[in-house]
């Protein structure tokens, strides 16, 4: 008996440590994040919006020392592009990223960077936007925080048949969003407007006969597979802006608001610099998979469509007038922007 008790004595000890071999020492827990955010997007996560969306989580996380973490919702898996406003107003998401031009009239102020402004870059276009919206603290976002904000790159026309003049749009119909529909009915063709997110089934389907935005969506929304004719315009950008719900941000610890109010600006930089580059990766990439053809248009086409949207500028300005705004100032701040940040 005391042989095979003490046989058991030692397989059970055995046991308890091969347990503990494979279960493993519980190591310390790791620290649990003192605050949990979630952040919606609309977009598919391989496009812009959504890979700053994850620039921006890695260094909260990384600057808070893990005390904050993001949960990131891209591909409107919490939140679609139309509703992201309410649901963050109503506390649905911590944060989402909202495209302006998606919300005709609700933001009289920073709807002019859906204007044709001569941007020629996302960067300088981001930054501009970032300083304008710091200086004039306009009061649209009065019930939320902006976190950061960005521009897409100028839009360029993405198409099935080729936009060689300006002739060739009249009538055609192509998707918008915002003042952008605007220009292009400037231009004699049929804006349809919708969310990016709704584009590719436009296009599928034959409602939409190609799109006015930046190529990064070429590769990142795969168009260049079905619009094989991009024509360069390059003009106006759409601007985009993260809002955070107030009660979130007012619960946060003061350190945590001020790293978030340091990434403001960084952000709205970094994004534009991706942008910028992305564009260029995003047109290479069509080139070689689907052979796409670059279109420019002549001199005098460039110096039409620059006539025909002109008008936008002025319409802007009597409706901002006449919501308080100082429209001359604001335009006048914005040239000064673009000078500099484009020298
Ligand atoms: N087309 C504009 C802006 C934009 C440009 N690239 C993307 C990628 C994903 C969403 C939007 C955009 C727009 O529809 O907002």
């Known amino acids: 008996m005391v042989n095979s008790a003490k046989y058991l004595g030692l397989f059970a000890f055995f046991l308890f440590f091969a347990s503990i071999l494979c279960v493993g020492v519980p190591a310390k827990a790791a620290k649990a994040a003192e605050v949990s955010l979630s952040y919606a997007n609309f977009p598919p996560a391989k496009t812009f919006p959504c890979v700053q969306m994850e620039r921006w989580k890695q260094e909260v996380e990384k600057r808070t020392g893990g005390r904050v973490e993001v949960q990131t919702y891209p591909g409107s898996t919490l939140l679609g592009a139309k509703n992201t406003l309410r649901g963050v107003m109503q506390g649905q998401a911590d944060i989402g990223c909202i495209s302006l031009a998606y919300h005709p009239g609700v933001f009289p102020l920073c709807s002019v960077f859906e204007l044709p402004l001569g941007f020629t870059t996302s960067t300088s276009a981001s930054l501009a936007l970032w300083d304008l919206y710091e200086k004039y603290q306009p009061k649209e976002f009065k019930r939320f925080k902006v976190l950061t904000m960005f521009t897409s790159?100028?839009?360029?026309?993405?198409?099935?048949?080729?936009?060689?003049?300006?002739?060739?749009l009249k009538g055609l119909e192509l998707r918008a969003?915002?003042?952008?529909?605007?220009?292009?009915?400037?231009l004699g063709a049929t804006p349809v407007s919708m969310p990016m997110s709704?584009?590719?089934?436009?296009?599928?389907?034959?409602v939409v006969k190609g799109l006015f935005s930046s190529f990064d969506v070429l590769k990142d929304m795969n168009f260049a597979e079905i619009c094989h004719y991009e024509t360069v315009t390059n003009t106006a950008v759409y601007p985009f802006?993260?809002?955070?719900?107030?009660?979130?941000?007012n619960a946060l610890p003061d350190d945590v608001k001020k790293i978030f109010n340091d990434l403001g600006r960084e952000q709205a930089e970094w994004t534009g610099?991706?942008?910028?580059?992305?564009?260029?990766?995003s047109i290479e990439w069509s080139k070689d998979k689907y052979g796409i053809e670059m279109i420019k248009l002549s001199d005098a086409n460039m110096q039409s469509v620059k006539?025909?949207?002109l008008p936008l500028i002025k319409n802007w300005k009597t409706k901002?007038?006449?919501?308080?705004?100082?429209s001359a100032a604001v335009l006048a701040d914005i040239k000064a922007s673009r000078l500099k940040l484009e020298k």
Request: glycine share 4%; aromatic share 4%.
């Open 307 to 309: 006539e025909k949207t």
């Open 320 to 326: 901002a007038d006449a919501s308080g705004i100082d």
């Open 198 to 206: 709704e584009t590719p089934e436009a296009l599928q389907k034959g």
């Open 153 to 168: 790159a100028p839009s360029n026309l993405m198409t099935k048949t080729p936009i060689r003049k300006l002739e060739d």
């Open 241 to 249: 802006a993260v809002i955070m719900n107030m009660n979130t941000w």
């Open 273 to 281: 610099k991706y942008m910028d580059q992305h564009v260029k990766d």
């Open 177 to 186: 969003s915002g003042i952008l529909s605007k220009i292009l009915e400037s």
